[in-house]
Nanobody, 123 residues
């Protein structure tokens, strides 16, 4: 599967953005999907994950209550709705797909990664 992340941009603190991860080659329902983010010079950080059916989701404590992950089977996409953004949310955001069946969202060995989309939150 090929993953293409989009929707990043510049937003003021308190604003919202919606990221989208489009999959090609396979349907997203085949995979557990997740979003990670990375600031240059720092380790990649788990943001959110969603099960194959969409019935289960997980979030990092830092984004819980502000971000919402969802999947759209018809469009073959996974979205990350980000609200009440903070300057510390500034990062390159990556979507990832895992074909495995075990493990929590944060610690899985994701097989496929998108190219990343930059989110910049100004104070």
């Amino acid at each position: 599967v090929q993953l293409q992340a989009s929707g990043g941009g510049l937003v003021q603190a308190g604003g919202s953005l919606r990221l989208s991860c489009a999959a090609s080659g396979r349907t997203v329902s085949t995979y557990v999907m997740a979003w990670f983010r990375q600031v240059p010079g720092k380790e990649r950080e788990f943001v959110s994950g969603i099960s194959r059916t969409g019935s289960s989701t997980g979030y990092a404590d830092s984004v819980k209550g502000r971000f919402t992950i969802s999947r759209d089977g018809l469009k073959n996409t996974v979205a990350l709705q980000m609200s009440r953004l903070k300057p510390e949310d500034t990062a390159v955001y990556y979507c990832a797909a895992d074909s495995g069946y075990y493990g929590d969202y944060e610690k899985r060995a994701y097989d496929y990664w998108g190219q990343g989309t930059l989110v910049t939150v100004s104070s």
